[in-house]
T-cell receptor, first 115, second 111 residues
Framework: NAGVTQTPKFRVLKTGQSMTLLCAQD?????MYWYRQDPGMGLRLIHY???????AKGEVPDGYNVSRLKKQNFLLGLESAAPSQTSVYFC??????????????FGEGSRLTVL | GQQVMQIPQYQHVQEGEDFTTYCNSS?????IQWYKQRPGGHPVFLIQ?????EVKKQKRLTFQFGEAKKNSSLHITATQTTDVGTYFC???????????FGAGTRLAVHP
């Protein structure tokens, strides 16, 4: 049982380049999320999805796009990377089933550097 | 901006000392969750508090939810080097387990 898997784990981009981070979960969870973590600022929600085919904006959505074409996958895209997007990105999933806790299961993170 | 404020930002203790981190909100919280992130790792769920005045214990960790559901605390008794990491509180903002995290308290434990 892999849980939540993120790829790639590390990436270096030049300003203006594009890339996609892939998140896959094998727990049949309804809800999925993308967070970014910067020093001293905790985790900030970028976008989230409450089911296949749905997406919604979080706290800091600008400069990012997401897609959830399959229930198990949640993709985060950067169309034109900027140095301000240098961060560690975490994907998470949650059951969404009535009666369960709202626990989030996190992937191991993807460290992105934009030069 | 963040809806939950966490203090202190950093705490350095000697092994065996106690540690407490506090989470405060200006609004009433529906529930609050606590996570631990080891250095270089990812956040891991510790507990969820739902009821007013709730107190839960996990071995040396004690979690409290305030009577007004506007604050919460995590207390560690007799810290060990394995307690090192950053502790985050998080509130469910608008349902769908959409968590808004506090900035975290980084705990350093010196042997």
């Amino acid at each position: 049982n892999a849980g939540v898997t993120q790829t790639p784990k590390f990436r270096v981009l030049k300003t203006g380049q594009s890339m996609t981070l892939l998140c896959a979960q094998d727990m049949n969870h309804e809800y999925m999320y993308w967070y970014r973590q910067d020093p001293g600022m905790g985790l900030r929600l970028i976008h989230y999805s409450v089911g296949e085919g749905t997406t919604a904006k979080g706290e800091v959505p600008d400069g990012y796009n997401v897609s959830r074409l399959k229930k198990q996958n949640f993709l985060l895209g950067l169309e034109s990377a900027a140095p301000s997007q240098t961060s560690v990105y975490f994907c998470a999933s949650s059951s969404g089933t009535s009666g369960t806790t709202g626990e989030l299961f996190f992937g191991e993170g993807s460290r992105l550097t934009v030069l | 901006g963040q809806q939950v404020m966490q203090i202190p930002q950093y705490q350095h203790v000697q092994e065996g000392e106690d540690f407490t981190t506090y989470c405060n909100s200006s609004t009433t919280l529906s529930n609050i969750q606590w996570y631990k992130q080891r250095p270089g790792g990812h956040p891991v769920f510790l507990i969820q508090l739902v009821k007013s005045g709730e107190v839960k214990k996990q071995k040396r960790l004690t979690f409290q939810f305030g009577e007004a559901k506007k604050n919460s605390s995590l207390h560690i008794t007799a810290t060990q080097t394995t307690d090192v990491g950053t502790y985050f509180c998080a509130e469910d903002s608008g349902g769908y387990n959409k968590l808004i995290f506090g900035a975290g308290t980084r705990l350093a434990v010196h042997p």
